[in-house]
């Protein structure tokens, strides 16, 4: 079904959505740190009177994303080791000791399941099994008579794990008595919750986070909103903000496409913020409480940065005598860009003098620039042409 942001706020109240769901792709979009940002105030769910609740197909799939992040981060761990044996003179020894120290006996798939497993269980999360909530008519009908998530087109059974996944909280919710809201960006999923009686499809997971706290009555928040909308800032909230965004080049991070006429390859990206500007049109949608109890609260607050993304390159010129590329010499170029994040404020204390700001958390960005067509830095000094 479908519902506005206030409409899910009041079902929440009320106790008409007492579950939250994720798809596999928002879970990636946070780049997978279970451990860290908006997937990490998923644990308030494990003594709450909602539920964190997946689907087995969404759990599956992400165990194994989190298997091919630890096998690819291993393999390029093991890559540089090599290359610092050569270049740096370090005995092979000496770096096959630290591949041990590091990954031991362990393979990626367990130390992905590990994860997994931690936090399942920081989460209270419950699983909602194909096996028992995807009804196989049901799914069969879905195929044939292409309704959401499937689609009019030849590829059409990429879709079924997805359609078991819905099919399966529908299941679970209409077993329950509940409606989940769904986070999910998919076309399919939300096409699906827009007709089904028991999903409700929400874009933003700091919004549907938000959406169980908001009527929480208590007044820090829309006051903290409308004196920092007015300037104020009683907690030293804007300056922190702005100093852990300033210095958060290790999580903001760019892809850069670039032209040129010569063979090249990117050698480094860097990325120099240049503004922070938190964002305060709309207070009560801008900053929003993810997380709470009596001791502390948790604020998702949304700041627009512009930033100099720089790429250095190194450039090579096809020699058809000898036939092989040779070093043509390096450039760089960059491009200003600007962009949305999300930064975690949490403040401890339970009254207005004790209040102090507790951790400054920037969550991962990842963007896209354009740097267009770029060459050789020697080729723009006018002296080398004398």
């Known amino acids: ?96 000791a630290i591949q041990q120290e590091i990954f031991g006996a362990i393979e990626p798939a367990e130390i992905a399941l590990r994860r997994w497993q931690a936090f399942s269980e920081r989460c209270g999360l419950q699983i909602a099994s194909a096996s028992e909530f995807c009804a196989a008519g049901d799914l069969k009908q879905r195929y044939f008579e292409v309704k959401p998530p499937f689609e009019d087109r030849a590829d059409k059974k990429k879709e079924f794990p997805d359609a078991m996944a819905l099919l399966s909280l529908e299941g679970w919710a209409r077993k329950n008595g509940t409606v989940i809201l769904t986070v999910t960006s998919d076309k399919g999923w939300v096409a699906f919750c827009d007709e089904s009686e028991y999903l409700v499809a929400i874009e933003d997971l700091g919004g549907a986070l938000a959406n169980f706290h908001r009527h929480d009555p208590g007044h820090l928040l829309p006051n903290l909103a409308r004196a920092m909308a007015d300037g104020g800032d009683d907690f030293g909230i804007r300056k922190a903000i702005i100093e852990a965004v300033s210095e958060a080049a290790d999580v903001i991070t760019f892809e850069v496409e670039a032209d ?85 404020v949490t403040l401890a204390g339970n009254t207005h003098s004790g209040i102090e700001i507790d951790r400054v958390e920037v969550l991962p960005y990842k963007g896209y620039a354009h740097l267009g067509e770029i060459e050789p830095d020697w080729m723009n000094d006018p002296d080398n042409f004398d």
């Open 1 to 96: 079904m479908k519902m506005t942001a206030e409409e899910i706020s009041e079902a929440i109240a009320g106790g008409r959505i007492r579950a939250l769901s994720l798809d596999t792709s928002t879970i990636d979009r946070k780049s997978r740190r279970l451990e860290s940002g908006l997937l990490l105030q998923l644990g308030q769910f494990r003594n709450a009177e909602s539920t964190l609740l997946l689907s087995d197909i969404v759990e599956q799939e992400s165990i194994a994303h989190l298997t091919k992040d630890a096998t690819d981060a291993r393999a390029e761990l093991v890559k540089g080791l090599k290359s610092v044996c050569g270049s740096w003179m370090v005995p092979e020894a000496r770096t096959t």
């Open 260 to 344: 040129s006429g010569l063979g090249f390859e990117e050698d480094e990206v860097e990325v120099e913020i240049k503004d922070v500007k938190i964002r305060l049109d709309d207070p009560a949608h801008d900053i929003e409480a993810v997380d709470r109890d009596e001791d502390y609260l948790v604020i998702r607050f949304i700041v627009d940065v512009k930033a100099d993304v720089v790429g250095h390159f190194s450039f090579t010129k096809w020699d058809s005598v000898d036939r092989e590329d040779i070093p043509f010499g390096s450039g760089s170029a960059g491009a200003e860009e600007e962009f949305p994040i999300e930064v975690l």
